[in-house]
């Protein structure tokens, strides 16, 4: 059985403040500065070159993908890392295009990461063949899996609102109706089980910033299907997912199964940041995380809509239709997230009007969760929102 | 004036070694470790979700795009990190076909970096419009540089020769015939002035882990020239690039100039190694550099010849036609190195044949390279690269 006790002991967490943005970006694991200057001094700095094989950079990018794999229910040796979410989106939608040709339908939802929108709309432009992006509302999802779609391009957990999609029915309907998919779990990812293999989906990307704990900007990963992943043309074909890297010839030979879908050079510093963070993880299971979830989600619901009337949660009150997130509506959210990260009490904002919450539980427990409502109250009951300088517009990731 | 004796004391160079492999990986900054730690400790693990503005994250691809502008020289404010080289050229290839879309034609020769072929074949099939990659031997580019040319595709300075393309007189050459130009600076970004600006560049993308010293995996820049940076349509459109990235509208809008050329979150810690790194290239100009370096690469040849008369220059015996690497051929050119390797004096090989050396001023001075060549000389003269350990074909990155 995990100790979240002694997990939380493993992240470096600012004195006075309570961290429910773990969701966007996650805390510094206590050990990531040593992993990295093992990285900077006994790899690049002593070995120079060589640390491509004798520090195994190389296969650095399919070695944390498995580690990824068996939080994610993914087959050992189909997850690769590199590049960011926004590119593996890239990759897996030309892909399952390409698989599709009849069809010209991307279906999405207004619950996605507009980013994956962004991506998708250039590739069509790109194709320039008549694809259609189709953006229904996430609970028309189900009813929109017609015969001519090609690809559903969801992300599991919606960023804003922790409403869970079912990726078992919806795979099995797209699949039904004969479409790919392509699932975001960018927000399922150490947050709540998954099982790629056993709901047959068929792409999946993630990254691993926010409840992986791999550091602001770290790599994204790509999971394609076993029965797919030798078939699978990479879009974006780079050297190393060239089946023979270092012969340098001139044209393109796709490597084998998820190989394929690496494109430059990888990123050995951040992929040595995020071990470090991937060592947590090796001590607790998907499961027990889940459960420790669940209960601090709703004991932060039941709390806050005990004592913050004001406060409309836009989050699923049932635990199975949620992620680790919980998110409530406010006119003036933006304000009242000031004044709670003023006060130690780090969330986030999302236009236009949520005020979003992460529940992480190998650094967060129910003492924070209390001392969070009583700070969100406070800021609630007293109206402390209300002050110029919490009005003003800003930016927040 | 650059005191080459004061950078050089600026790099972690392990005992023993002489290090001619910085075209492929540069070395440690000393400087690099502390900067990564003030990312990790001060910025990430204190501010957390906030460091996206308090650190200044959020602009780090633009400020640190900046700094490389300088040293390629390109207009301030036109330079962008992000993503690996080989994500860069494709993002300039598709918004250059995309620029002149009554031609078909990509036109490179065979001595660009296998990645880059690779990934115009892999967006050529992705558009499936019937786009042609021309691929013709360096020499006899200026030649086919025709009025069915959409857009050069080439690296500047030859992985393998260390060969220098005229980027002026084939830009003009280029433009003169109606086609636009995608230049790879992999191996000229801190190894020979480049003036993209005075030539008319209209494109360019390249690495920052070799002559820049940013670290294994450090990201790649872009460069679109000012006249085209408002009408480029980005392929990869991500968030980044969005011009209201945290509006989190359905719709992609691009940013402003090259700020569309961003694509997904960046990599914050690799940028933070590499701004160590361009500390060191803020003590100096690519015009002392370059001249160092002719300097070096003249003294290698010449010494190489007189005392190694099995090796066969590959290189342009011409000052002005060759960047700042030394290439040799020789039949058992994998083995020798293997052998040299072992002295202590780094280089790498290139099938088939080659044996390249790269010189830089930073911390290369006219003594390693006397060195090196007696270690090279007493390899080839006694024959001792003729042993079965170094004759194993093995991956050299």
Not at 150 to 176: I, K, N, Q, S
Not at 312 to 330: E, I, K, M, N, Y
Request: glycine share 8%.
């Amino acid at each position: 059985m995990t100790d979240f006790a002694q997990t939380k002991k493993l992240f470096h967490l600012p004195e006075g403040v309570i961290y429910l943005d773990g969701n966007s970006l996650g805390p510094l694991p206590k050990a990531a500065p040593a992993r990295m200057q093992t990285a900077l001094q006994d790899e690049w700095g002593e070995m120079l070159i060589t640390g491509w094989n004798k520090a195994g950079w190389m296969e650095q990018p399919a070695r944390v993908g498995d580690r990824i794999a068996r939080l994610i229910g993914a087959e050992p040796g189909h997850v690769v890392m590199g590049d960011t979410l926004s590119i593996k989106v890239y990759q897996a939608l030309a892909s399952a295009l390409e698989m599709n040709p009849n069809r010209k339908v991307i279906l999405s939802d207004s619950g996605n990461f507009p980013s994956d929108l962004y991506m998708a709309e250039g590739l069509i432009k790109s194709l320039n063949a008549g694809h259609e992006l189709r953006v229904v509302a996430p609970e028309d999802i189900a009813a929109n899996i017609t015969d001519d779609i090609a690809v559903t391009l969801l992300t599991e957990v919606d960023y804003r609102t922790g409403r869970l999609h079912d990726m078992t029915a919806l795979t099995a309907l797209a699949h039904d109706k004969g479409a790919l998919t392509v699932w975001d779990l960018a927000h399922t990812a150490g947050a709540t089980p998954v099982d790629l293999s056993g709901a047959q989906a068929d792409f999946a990307v993630g990254c691993t910033y926010k409840y992986l704990n791999g550091g602001p900007g770290a790599p994204a990963f790509i999971y394609v299907a076993p029965r797919h992943a030798d078939a699978a043309r990479p879009a974006l074909s780079g050297w190393l997912g060239h089946d023979a890297p270092f012969a340098f010839e001139l044209g393109y030979r796709p490597g084998p199964g998820i190989e394929r879908m690496r494109v430059g050079t990888p990123p050995v510093l951040a992929l040595s940041a995020l071990e470090a963070a991937l060592d947590i993880w090796d001590m607790t299971t998907m499961r027990e995380v889940r459960a420790r979830s669940v209960e601090l989600t709703r004991l932060f619901i039941d709390e806050v809509e005990k004592r913050c009337p004001d406060l409309c949660l836009a989050t699923p009150r049932d635990p199975a239709r949620r992620g680790s997130q919980v998110s409530f509506r406010f006119e003036h959210g933006y304000a009242a997230m000031q004044a709670l990260i003023a006060r130690g009490v780090i969330g986030d904002f999302r236009a236009p009007d949520i005020m979003r919450f992460g529940f992480t539980p190998l650094y967060i427990d129910a003492d924070d969760v209390t001392r969070a409502v009583d700070t969100l109250a406070e800021v609630m009951t007293n109206r402390l929102w209300d002050t110029p300088e919490y009005k003003t517009r800003a930016r927040v990731t």
